[in-house]
């Protein structure tokens, strides 16, 4: 080891009174950990090639100093091995973009988490699971990459439920939140194309949603259309109230069918964004549209937006003001006709960033 | 709360107001923020169709409300 840390150390030799200390400490929301050993620090920093005290992100809302040592540290205790934390590097640095508004993700009472969407070649070539089961377990590399990201939000940008986070219900995915896209498989442009990086980038794209709530959409590709565009428009979600971005992951099943019925993914998100609206009347009738409360105007926070005031109850409403901001992720397993709808946060911020993760030394 | 700070650093005295459930964080935010004495405020959370005028200062949040807002200081007032 070469790397010259200068974290304080403490000695244990019994690994549950490690842990006993770390939960004393707060470093864990409750999940084990693995020891964040001398060794295993230097190994994550000097595959990453870049002085341990450099700062890579100062990390809302403690705004804590993400240091390289700082980040081996929270990777390590996460489990990942050193080829994993370029792309944790690479995700913290498109969370601290500004439009991201990491703070606001950080502290929202949304249910929101940010989720980092790992694609390209790197997904094959460490072992990502884009496939069955791809938002849950299945893959070590899945599981290091999103834990540790939560802990570098957890201990370093002190994202703490009850202090800062006031997520009123919070979601599993607020423990380890991140997916893999099909790359090869896929017959469309990768989901960081859609960002400009080359199709042929590893990459990462950051998005502040929810966990998809899945969507069945059995059949052919004008079926697979409609049920996507009469399920996005619910409610429940921020964006009849706040716009924003949306997630639509579509399984390779019916993303086969949809490529093979001749569309293109810029074709389905251009028709879901026609016609995945919201009747005006059915906001009004279902109590969600309230004329009078200012933070439940359609759109209230986007300025001069749309005055629904007169408009027939047959009037429909886009569900985002832009095509591009339906995001669209190809993920899941083969076998069945599943796709999912996660709902940003509205345009508070959690806007979808892609950046290139470089495989040594300074991130891209 | 970032508003805040950047005006008081510029020696102009601030009021923050939020909802209760938000206090603890305010106090942490004001900390992480590098000003722990922020002037803050607060009041409950509105409840179902309740609007700002039907919940008033009581004659105590007026008087802080006030002295709040009418100290000299800036950032070194509300640091301390």
Redesign the interface.
């Known amino acids: 080891m070469t790397a010259a840390l200068s974290s304080p150390t403490v000695e244990y030799s019994d690994y549950w009174d490690w842990f006993e200390l770390a939960c004393a400490e707060g470093w864990t929301d409750g999940l084990p950990l693995a020891p964040p050993t001398e060794e295993r620090v230097g190994a994550i920093v000097e595959h990453l090639g870049r002085p341990p005290d450099e700062v890579v992100a100062v990390v809302?809302?403690?705004?804590g100093l993400a240091t390289v040592e700082q980040l081996a540290i929270q990777c390590a205790m996460a489990g990942c091995l050193p080829e994993h934390v370029p792309i944790v590097v690479a995700a913290l640095e498109a969370m601290t973009e500004p439009d991201f508004n990491l703070q606001g993700v950080q502290?929202t009472t949304n249910p929101c988490a940010p989720l980092t969407i790992v694609s390209g070649p790197v997904v094959e070539r460490l072992g990502f699971n884009p496939a069955e089961g791809c938002f849950g377990g299945g893959a070590r590399a899945n599981a290091a990459v999103g834990r540790g990201i939560r802990l570098v939000l957890w201990n370093i940008g002190?994202g703490v439920p009850?202090?800062?986070d006031?997520a009123t219900l919070g979601m599993p995915g607020k423990y380890a939140f991140c997916v893999a896209e099909h790359y090869g498989s896929s017959p469309w442009t990768p989901i960081h194309s859609d960002f400009g990086l080359p199709e042929d980038a590893d990459a990462v794209t950051v998005f502040a949603c929810s966990s998809p709530e899945p969507i069945f959409v059995p059949g052919a590709a004008d079926r697979i259309l409609a049920v996507l565009a009469s399920t996005l428009p619910t409610t429940g979600i921020n964006m009849f109230h706040a716009a924003g971005q949306l997630l639509v992951t579509i399984g390779l099943k019916p993303t086969l069918e949809l490529a093979g019925a001749g569309h293109t993914k810029e074709d389905v998100r251009r028709w879901l964004f026609e016609h995945a609206r919201y009747e005006l009347g059915h906001l009004r009738r279902s109590g969600a549209l309230v004329e009078t409360?200012a933070h439940q105007t359609y759109w209230g926070y986007v300025p001069e937006h749309p005055d629904l005031a007169g408009l027939p109850d047959e009037t429909l409403l886009p569900l985002v003001e832009r095509a591009e901001d339906i995001h669209i992720l190809v993920a899941g397993g083969e076998s069945q006709w599943w796709a999912g709808l996660s709902p940003g946060w509205g345009n508070y911020g959690g806007y979808a960033r892609s950046r290139a993760v470089a495989t040594s030394g300074s991130a891209g | 709360m970032f508003d805040a700070v950047e005006l008081e650093k510029l020696g102009k005295p601030t009021l923050t107001m939020g909802h209760e459930t938000f206090e603890k964080a305010a106090h942490l935010h004001a900390e992480a923020l590098g000003l722990p004495g922020l002037q803050l405020i607060f009041e409950p959370p509105p409840a179902g169709g309740n609007v700002p005028e039907e919940a008033p200062l009581t004659p105590d949040q007026l008087e802080f409300v006030l002295g709040a807002l009418t100290r000299p200081g800036g950032a070194g007032d509300a640091a301390g």
């Open positions: 809302p809302p403690k705004m502290c002190g009850g202090q800062t006031m409360e």
